[in-house]
């Protein structure tokens, strides 16, 4: 079920891909054969409809930093530790497993 201020992306075998708001798609009776959404092709078929309800639309953007949450789980000593070793200079135990690392594709 969806409510008019989300919208639906379709997506089709072709790899056409239609966002439209739900407001903008016309409401069709029971009888009625549907509304299209998407013209599609010959050939072509809808591989996927996904949701986008109104609060994923209106949901602040994650910057990537750690959450109370992640600090929590993770510890957050763990977290003021490597900031403040951060302004020393690397060990050469540090620089060799870098080394080790690349050499063997590890990153």
Do not use: C, F, K
Request: aromatic share 0%; no cysteine.
């Amino acid at each position: 079920m969806v409510e008019p201020s989300d919208q639906i992306t379709v997506m089709t075998a072709n790899g056409i891909v239609l966002r439209t708001p739900v407001s903008g798609i016309r409401v069709a009776g029971r009888m009625t054969r549907g509304v299209r959404v998407v013209n599609l092709l010959d050939g072509d078929s809808v591989a996927a409809v996904a949701v986008m309800t109104h609060d994923d639309l209106n949901r602040g953007v994650d910057d990537g930093g750690e959450t109370d949450a992640d600090l929590a789980v993770n510890g957050g000593d763990a977290l003021n530790e490597q900031d403040s070793q951060s302004d020393a200079a690397p060990s050469e135990e540090d620089l060799a497993a870098a080394g080790e690392a690349r050499s063997s594709g590890i990153e």
